[in-house]
């Protein structure tokens, strides 16, 4: 049998080493690869009547040229070209600027298809650089995928369709034919061939349904052998659930709700298998305080515990913090980070081979091969969209089947948490500490830009601090501010004599935390900052926050940056600044002005955007585009639930002839962490 899977992508036609570097990024390592390169989306073809076609939207509509103009040049050097084009009902005028190839090959007389955006009055229509095919060859629909900078669509379905051409025939499906029989499931390679070149709806539909419930079906049974694996025994069991003593610690009362959950994590880590549990809980819900207290328990039975934060900022506030609560009670806290100097790291990696730590706080320098740990019996992850189920192992694997405990960065709807988490117990943190006044939230155009940063101003005159966020570092996009020129701009102007920053994610660690700990200790009055903020920093004297083209956020990212402020006692503002005009734009914007609460947000966020933008996957690459587009089929999930229970009842270890396919597949996906879900 063929395996494309280690097929190089350079025996295709027209790829060599510097296309097969592009696909990389799409993540396209071979011909196997491309061939699951779904399309994100496809062009309809299919042709409308000129005159009745709708204006304003894509649409493709045919016709037969019947003369030319130009090009003729206008100001500016540019060139316009036209092309009157009729279908009997009705005629069409296509306009090129600075394109004399496109008009110049058109054939008067012949007829083609035009895709684009149709404008004009009763009985004239216009459409203004339409895609181009001549009438009869193309297929209706046409897939288009997800590109990247020197990689065409055009190239990439040439390669695709070469690459179809190399199935096996039959194509080995793992989905066993009863599986696929019980849920009217179409066979692989119909379906593979099907989703790039759709002959019509309906066949696309089939195509997707099938390829979706294979996906969610070989993920959700990873997770499950996941959890099975982490099943095992532990000898890190506590000597006591009693918590009271470290409650005496604290400077303030716990939530009900934080109680709760420091209660399901002392019975977990009572019993003797290794706690997996989640925490999810919103922006300032007070999730490391009831980690804080798992470790306490930890430690008081003479384990050690550590935790792992995603950035070197929060490493060391959380370091920081967690050492002022705990040390009074006699333990010991540590700190690793990878941008420590080699003489402290050294110690505190002696000082914990030695066991005189209790408590080791860092990021993946954690993670390394020389860290050795003494009595581990618990690793806490903070932030856990940002590690992998893999790291997360590989913590596992310093102690002694560890319980393990998991905060999560943003709330998460239920049906998604299931499956990113299917291996992990959820503890929900429903409460916010009393006294919080919910951040109030405004949306205004750039127009009363001025007005918001004098408005900063007057809260910075009050000993006050503020954040305000842009979304790029440098460069600048059409009608976008960047942080560095924003920064610059700002101190040498408006805020000329306060002491202002910029902080983003391409300064080296040492260099960011120098400018977060100066923020913290109230020397830096001003952040100007990139999203890297967005990630649990906790200054309760910063009380305003502007956000530069907030259109360019996804609402969960929205709440977690407004999360920065308003965890003080002071009345918080979020200033979100935008001028999209797009109503749908506009609407998700004013979701977050009215909606404070963190769940209900990413719920609505599913629903405009869909999971990739909640979960964050353009930058953390956390579930595979594919993956995304399924999570909101919660059908589909259902049904793969079901199919899930049913497999693992009959067969719980997919050992049977016909799971051969399915075990190889999950194996492959928990080993080769490609798909992304376990990333
Ligand atoms: P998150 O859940 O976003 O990680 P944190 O753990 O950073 O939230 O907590 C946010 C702030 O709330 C911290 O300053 C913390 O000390 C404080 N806090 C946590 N629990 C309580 C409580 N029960 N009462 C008052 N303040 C609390
Ligand atoms: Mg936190």
């Not at 050294?346 to 091969?369: F, N, P």
């Not at 579930?623 to 589909?636: I, K």
């Not at 049904?639 to 693992?648: F, M, N």
Request: glycine share 8%; with cysteine.
């Amino acid at each position: 049998m063929r395996d494309l899977r280690h097929e190089d992508l350079q025996t295709l036609h027209g790829v060599g080493s510097r296309r097969a570097q592009l696909y990389r990024k799409l993540g396209v390592t071979d011909v196997g690869a491309l061939v699951r390169l779904y399309p994100r989306g496809y062009l309809n073809f299919r042709p409308q009547p000129i005159l009745s076609a709708p204006l304003g939207e894509p649409v493709t509509v045919r016709g037969a040229v019947v003369d030319k103009k130009g090009p003729t040049y206008v100001r500016g050097g540019m060139t316009v070209s036209k092309v009157r084009v009729t279908d009997g009902s009705c005629e069409l005028i296509l306009t090129f600027f600075n394109n004399k190839y496109t008009p110049a090959a058109l054939e008067i007389g012949q007829e083609y298809l035009f895709y684009g955006k149709l404008s004009g009055s009763l009985l004239r229509r216009e459409m203004t650089a339409p895609l181009i095919q001549p009438a009869g060859e193309a297929p209706a629909l046409q897939p288009v995928y997800p590109l990247t900078a020197g990689l065409t669509n055009k190239v990439i379905t040439a390669n695709v369709r070469e690459a179809l051409e190399r199935l096996e025939d039959p194509v080995d499906d793992p989905l066993p034919p009863a599986l696929r029989e019980a849920h009217r499931l179409c066979h692989l390679g119909y379906a593979l061939r099907t989703i790039h070149f759709p002959p019509d709806e309906a066949a696309l539909e089939a195509a997707r349904r099938r390829l979706g419930f294979e996906e969610l079906l070989i993920t959700q049974l990873a997770l499950t052998s996941l959890r099975d694996r982490t099943r095992l025994t532990t000898a890190s069991v506590l000597t006591s659930t009693d918590w009271s003593d470290f409650e005496a610690l604290l400077p303030f009362h716990l939530t009900g709700a934080q109680r709760r959950v420091i209660d399901e994590c002392a019975a977990d880590m009572a019993r003797p298998i290794p706690m997996n549990r989640l925490i999810q809980g919103d922006v300032g819900s007070g999730k490391t305080v009831v980690a804080a207290a798992a470790a306490w328990l930890a430690i008081q039975s003479g384990m050690t515990a550590c935790m792992m934060a995603p950035t070197e900022i929060l490493a060391v506030q959380h370091y920081e913090n967690l050492r002022r609560l705990l040390e009074p009670a006699g333990i010991r806290v540590g700190l690793l980070t990878g941008g420590m100097k080699a003489a402290p790291r050294r110690a505190v990696k002696e000082a914990m081979a030695q066991g005189t730590l209790d408590l080791i706080i860092g990021t993946h320098a954690l993670l390394s091969e020389d860290v050795i740990f003494r009595r581990l019996g618990l690793v806490i992850t903070d932030e856990q969209h940002r590690f992998g189920v893999n790291q997360r192992s590989a913590l596992f694997q310093k102690g002694e089947n560890p319980h393990l405990l998991v905060m999560s960065a943003t709330p998460i709807p239920r049906t998604i948490a299931l499956l990113m988490y299917g291996d992990l117990d959820i503890s929900i943190l429903d409460e916010l500490p009393p006294g919080r006044t919910p951040v109030e939230t405004y949306l205004i155009g750039s127009d009363k830009r001025q007005r918001a940063l004098g408005y900063i101003k007057r809260h910075l005159d009050e000993g006050r601090q503020g954040y305000i966020v842009c979304p790029l570092i440098e460069g600048e996009g059409p009608g976008m501010v960047s942080a560095s020129r924003y920064a610059a701009e700002l101190s040498d102007g408006f805020f000329r004599g306060y002491r202002t920053a910029l902080l983003h994610g391409r300064m080296k660690g040492a260099e960011k935390d120098a400018v977060m700990a100066a923020f913290a200790a109230g020397e830096i009055q001003l952040l100007i900052a990139t999203t890297v903020i967005e990630v649990g920093v906790d200054v309760p004297n910063a009380v305003i926050m502007l956000i530069e083209n907030a259109e360019r956020f996804g609402l969960s990212q929205l709440h977690q940056l407004r999360g920065r402020v308003g965890r003080g006692a002071h009345r918080s503002t979020c200033i979100l600044l935008s001028d999209a005009k797009n109503p749908d734009t506009r609407h998700r914007l004013q979701v977050i002005c009215k909606e404070t609460d963190g769940f209900a947000i990413a719920e609505e966020d599913l629903r405009i955007r869909g999971p990739g933008e909640l979960l964050g996957q353009a930058q953390h690459g956390m579930v595979s585009p594919r993956m995304a587009a399924l999570l909101t089929d919660t059908a589909l999930i259902a049904e793969t639930r079901q199919a899930v229970s049913l497999l693992l009842r009959e067969d719980p270890t997919l050992s049977a002839p016909e799971h051969a396919g399915l075990h190889a597949a999950v194996d492959r996906l928990i080993a080769d962490d490609r798909a992304g879900i376990f990333n």
